[in-house]
């Protein structure tokens, strides 16, 4: 079975925890040959660990780009580099079969550079992967085929409960040590950073929204404009909910409020995403558990895209997609500013400009020898 030669781009803690451990289980489809990181002292640790050759570890990752052996880029790099790195890199890469991007969500940190994010694949002509496994996790994709199954009924309303203790991870050695996301300097931080997984869950399950109005308590610390954020949300099929997100304490009762999700013949209920069980409760008081496997988001990305270049998929997750994400959170914001309600997506259906396979843009896969 043919390999896909991966270029690593930013080597930091979502590379370590997230990408790697799935590349690892995937070694029968993935090897990385390169990594990149304008600092020396994270790349010299996965010399010795992944076997690669001193001149196949860069500080800049423009030089990599120009080699033939490299299918993947998987770029993870801080939010505010995001557009400006996989729009370089397409630009470079334009129209080479075999070539493809991931890049970490949210694919960027502002309105003017998410849009422009959604257009790089049709302008550039490359396959563009947002990693965004809430999207590909298990527990999400069970619900949302619950939900469609009508096992519940028609869904009439939902509330979803996210808390983040970020001052407290910020001691620890978690992601929120990191400095850009302690002082971001991209829209919303903490919000936009981990609240936008949220969004692109409901968004996955409950299908395009509306509009919504939100509220928040605003704070002094750098890493969010808001301690707390609670919207009202009205999708396009009629559903109604309500998604809070707090990123500065804890929610101490058990069990959590986490997601809870009511229709016409019953509810759903995912007290938190690692608990690796959903529980359906019918109104005539039949219940059942549905275990799930937690966390597989990541392996279940890198597989679609696999499937992808070999053209057995089209990709799930793609920037016009993430777009809809970034830009959910990005109107929370402004409606908590402006104190209004605003239109969210402006189509009832995703349509994706395009697909692996189709007449209107194939990607053929041909093994070829942040500044």
């Given at each position: ?26 070694s029968d489809k993935y090897e990385i040959v390169a990594l990149c990181d304008p600092e ?185 404009p808001y301690a707390i954020v609670t919207v009202n949300m009205q999708f396009k099929s ?79 997750v793609t920037p016009e997609m993430e777009f809809g994400d970034a830009k959910t959170i ?42």
């Amino acid at each position: 079975m043919d390999k896909l030669k991966v270029g690593i781009i930013g080597t930091g803690l979502a590379f370590e925890r997230l990408h790697y451990p799935a590349y690892q289980e995937l070694s029968d489809k993935y090897e990385i040959v390169a990594l990149c990181d304008p600092e020396p002292d994270k790349t010299r640790q996965w010399v010795d660990r992944l076997g690669i050759r001193g001149d196949s570890i860069y500080t800049d990752y423009r030089p990599m780009l120009w080699r033939n052996d490299i299918n993947i880029f998987d770029v993870m790099v801080p939010i505010e580099h995001n557009y400006r790195v996989t729009e370089d890199i397409a630009r470079t890469l334009a129209h080479q079969p075999g070539k493809a991007i991931i890049c970490e969500k949210p694919l960027a940190s502002n309105y003017e550079q998410a849009r422009a994010h959604a257009e790089l694949p049709r302008k550039y002509g490359i396959p563009i992967m947002i990693a965004e496994n809430y999207r590909y996790n298990e527990d999400i994709n069970i619900i949302r085929d619950v939900i469609r199954q009508k096992k519940v009924g028609d869904v009439v309303y939902f509330i979803q409960n996210k808390v983040v203790n970020f001052p407290h991870d910020m001691l620890k050695n978690k992601f929120a040590r990191t400095e850009w996301r302690q002082h971001p300097v991209f829209h919303g931080g903490v919000i936009m950073d981990t609240g936008v997984h949220d969004v692109a869950g409901i968004r996955h399950i409950f299908g395009a929204i509306d509009r919504l109005q939100a509220f928040g308590v605003p704070q002094n610390d750098d890493f969010a404009p808001y301690a707390i954020v609670t919207v009202n949300m009205q999708f396009k099929s009629g559903t109604i909910g309500q998604f809070s997100f707090y990123c500065s304490g804890k929610e101490m009762q058990r069990p959590l409020i986490g997601m809870r999700i009511f229709g016409t013949g019953g509810m759903i209920y995912l007290e938190e995403r690692d608990c690796g069980v959903i529980n359906v409760v019918h109104d005539d008081g039949n219940r059942e558990q549905i275990p799930y496997r937690p966390q597989r988001g990541y392996y279940n990305e890198l597989l679609n895209l696999y499937n992808a270049m070999f053209g057995k998929e089209t990709i799930a997750v793609t920037p016009e997609m993430e777009f809809g994400d970034a830009k959910t959170i990005l109107d929370m914001l402004r409606s908590i500013r402006e104190n209004k309600i605003v239109s969210v997506d402006l189509t009832e259906n995703y349509i994706p400009t395009y697909q692996y396979g189709n007449a209107t843009a194939q990607f053929e896969f041909h093994q070829t020898g942040w500044h």
